[in-house]
């Protein structure tokens, strides 16, 4: 059953209270790979749902253009404490309604329509926001865009400094959705300052880790921080930006009244909810252990033949070419999910395929490690790809290992579900 429990839901509404008990009962039985989530807490769920989602509040705390707010500002402000804190940044603006508004709050604030962006191509792991062809960031500014390294699949720093000489950029954007290797945060540092160019670091994938110690911060090296608040770092969906104080201004207005109305309060507390629990110490033993487990799965794929992208991984986040067992990303992902393992296909660097059924697909270990699996598992989850991959044709032995996969999770609470 749901954990906190819907029973006015299911009173008002069977049928949608129906799909979220469908939805709690899919993400406990099964091995949640999706690189991007990850489980909240109940307390996270509690603040999301509470009476906060009813009032208005354009404006930042104690400059608001609506009465009533007695008790939002100190929430906001709550959550503006706890993320400088955690981070160690001299401005935070939470307000920002998810990941991709959080970067447009960039553009705005730093560039004006057709001056020059930089940021990493998306095939190459970067985020369409960073200036990829179909996105806003795209069509509207003059977007350069750099990847990897052939050999290595590793970012390609001669090439981010060229491209930055030539074309000078006045935002680069470092960071990504498909990068499974160290974020060499004062490499972009030194290229951005020769160039004059603000450093954005989007660390939506890592910020957990950072909170955690488990990846070096960018506080010190970007002069602009965007990340959502639902991946490794374990909150709502949402999002922040943190600044240094030069940059704090332009920040705040670009957001409001730049970009958004009223900010999502409900989502502002459980924020601040997320952000007093990875200020807690057992946080950084979390972010180690997603770390860890990564490491581990990483080396039993391996251990099975399986090609990763640039050798292994740093962080959370696998991301692997399939095609070597003889099958496209899309029906890999496909058969994996059959078997209760759920991930996504990605394209991986220089990829020969069409981004619709790439060569990839990417893991992650955030959510398995919030359920409680070790190093000790990976092995098992290994064994579980390989056979889902190789069989995917063959829809019984998919729901074979699908029955083995609800049946080890039974044993592993989930935060949402009793
Ligand atoms: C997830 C992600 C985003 C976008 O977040 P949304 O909340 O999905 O809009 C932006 N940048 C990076 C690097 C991401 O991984």
């Not at 608001?64 to 404490?81: H, K, M, N, S, T």
């Not at 110490?281 to 490491?295: D, E, I, W």
């Not at 990483?298 to 095609?323: M, P, Q």
């Not at 579980?384 to 998919?398: F, G, V």
């Amino acid at each position: 059953m749901h954990e906190p429990a819907i029973p006015s839901l299911t009173g008002a509404d069977p049928e949608v209270a129906r799909l979220v008990q469908a939805e709690a009962r899919r993400q406990f039985e099964k091995v949640r790979l999706i690189a991007s989530e990850n489980y909240v807490s109940t307390a996270v769920l509690e603040a999301t749902g509470s009476v906060l989602t009813n009032k208005y509040s354009e404006g930042y705390a104690g400059r608001r253009y609506y009465e009533g707010q007695q008790v939002v500002d100190p929430v906001e402000e709550l959550a503006i404490g706890r993320a400088k804190a955690l981070f160690g940044a001299d401005h935070a603006n939470v307000q920002p309604y998810s990941g991709s508004p959080a970067n447009l709050a960039v553009y705005m604030a730093f560039l004006d329509p057709g001056d020059a962006v930089m940021g990493m191509a998306l095939p190459a792991g970067g985020h369409l926001t960073h200036g990829w062809g179909v996105s806003a960031t795209g069509k509207w500014f003059r977007s350069v865009q750099y990847g990897v390294r052939k050999e290595t699949g590793v970012v390609d720093l001669d090439q981010v400094r060229d491209l930055a000489r030539a074309e000078r950029p006045k935002v680069i954007f470092c960071g990504g959705t498909a990068i499974p290797r160290t974020i060499d945060f004062p490499a972009f540092a030194e290229i951005a300052n020769e160039v004059g160019a603000v450093l954005a670091a989007d660390i939506a994938h890592i910020a957990g880790l950072i909170a955690g110690g488990a990846h070096p911060s960018p506080v010190g090296h970007a002069q602009v921080i965007t990340t959502t608040t639902h991946k490794t770092l374990r909150g709502p969906r949402g999002a922040m930006i943190l600044t240094d104080a030069a940059h704090a201004k332009a920040i705040d207005k670009a957001v409001f009244p730049g970009l958004q109305g009223g900010p999502h309060n409900h989502t502002t507390a459980a924020i601040a909810v997320a952000l007093g629990e990875a200020l807690d110490p057992s946080f950084g033993l979390y972010a180690h252990a997603v770390v860890q487990n990564a490491r581990s799965l990483a080396a039993a794929l391996l251990d099975r033949g399986f090609d990763l992208v640039s050798g292994g991984t740093d962080n959370h986040l696998i991301l692997v070419d399939v095609t070597g067992k003889g099958v496209g990303g899309k029906p890999a992902a496909k058969a994996l999910d059959r078997a209760g393992i759920e991930a996504n296909y990605n394209t991986v660097p220089f990829d020969p395929r069409k981004p619709f059924d790439p060569s990839g697909v990417r893991l992650g270990t955030a959510a398995i490690t919030t359920r409680g699996l070790t190093p000790d598992h990976m092995p098992q989850i290994a064994e579980w790809i390989e056979r889902a991959i190789l069989a995917a044709q063959d829809e019984q032995a998919l729901d074979r290992i699908a029955a083995e996969v609800a049946d080890l999770m039974a044993g592993y609470p989930m935060p949402g579900w009793a």
